[in-house]
């Protein structure tokens, strides 16, 4: 069986964080089986794709369709990789832009992805941007329907942001690893099940962003909270309070060591970047819980 997921590709331009992170997010999925992955780039799509995306379905993207590409990262509509031992094809495709949540959800249906995910983004919610409507309905509509969605950094803004919450930007820029302390219901929350090695059996997490969610969606339980960042862990509940396969985190889980290392050799990332990423964090297990919820939901 091949399961198939939409991932929200929005540090497309950053390749080892971009690309290389999208991987990471895919591996512990791919080891139980062969992945489609549907990239999406709403942020460099033009208007006439969304249109097309929503009479056809899956409508592939190609270099004439995304007039705001950002050339530091050659465009291509097609990838195949081997991760896990499983075949995985990345594929770009559009999306619909206009952000209406019954229609969006008619072409999410279309489309039966087993998993959307959400990546971080150069962007920032806080400065709001026409393609964002789409994008955050697309996450809403996914989490309501009981798919499992997960937003990272950016996406975990932007979902709580869809969902009613304040995003707010700060003075200044956080970047480094420090321990995610888990609430009562964080710390039986299954996406948290993996590997804890902080204090008091914390997850250790690395952030780099300066915008910050600043209030709890209604409707969603906070699961956990760092030092410099209050709303770092949520997870979407129904409307009668009951827990939707859906999740928010402001750190990034795919960025291992590796690509840590190869973005500050290709100048993504400075010095002192470099120095604040060295701790070793958790992030790995959050996505392998990911995962398991992902395949649990296929059998």
């Known amino acids: 069986m091949v399961t198939k997921i939409i991932l929200i590709d929005l540090l497309v331009e950053r390749s080892e964080f971009g690309h290389g992170g999208n991987q990471e997010v895919v591996y512990p999925i791919a080891k139980f089986g062969p992945v489609e992955v549907i990239l999406l780039t709403p942020q460099m799509q033009s208007e006439e794709s969304g249109l097309r995306a929503e009479e056809e379905g899956l409508a592939p993207l190609s270099v004439l369709d995304v007039p705001k590409w950002d050339d530091e990262f050659p465009f291509w509509q097609e990838c195949k990789l081997e991760l896990a031992g499983n075949t995985v094809n990345f594929g770009r495709f559009a999306m619909p832009l206009h952000g209406e949540d019954e229609r969006i959800a008619n072409w999410i249906q279309r489309i039966s992805p087993d998993a959307v995910v959400c990546s971080g983004s150069r962007r920032n919610v806080s400065t709001w941007e026409g393609w964002m409507d789409g994008a955050a309905s697309l996450l809403r509509s996914s989490s309501m329907t009981g798919i499992p969605t997960l937003g990272i950094c950016f996406g975990h803004q932007l979902l709580c942001k869809s969902l009613g919450a304040n995003v707010e930007?700060?003075?200044?820029?956080?970047?480094g690893v420090w321990d995610l302390e888990l609430t009562d219901l964080g710390k039986s929350d299954v996406l948290f099940s993996s590997r804890r090695s902080?204090?008091?059996?914390?997850?250790?997490?690395?952030?780099?962003?300066?915008?910050?969610?600043?209030?709890?969606?209604?409707?969603?339980?906070?699961?956990?909270?760092?030092?410099?960042?209050?709303?770092?862990?949520?997870?979407?509940?129904?409307?009668?309070?009951?827990?939707?396969?859906?999740?928010?985190v402001q750190f990034h889980p795919e960025a291992a060591r590796a690509r840590v290392n190869r973005a500050f050799e290709w100048g993504h990332i400075t010095k002192e970047e470099l120095d604040s990423f060295q701790r070793d964090h958790d992030g790995a297990g959050v996505l392998s819980s990911f995962a398991s919820v992902v395949q649990a939901n296929l059998t």
């Open 169 to 175: 930007r700060a003075d200044t820029f956080s970047s």
């Open 198 to 248: 902080g204090i008091n059996d914390s997850p250790v997490a690395l952030y780099s962003h300066q915008d910050h969610v600043t209030s709890v969606p209604d409707g969603c339980t906070l699961l956990g909270s760092a030092d410099h960042n209050k709303v770092t862990a949520v997870r979407v509940n129904d409307d009668q309070g009951n827990p939707l396969q859906s999740w928010g």
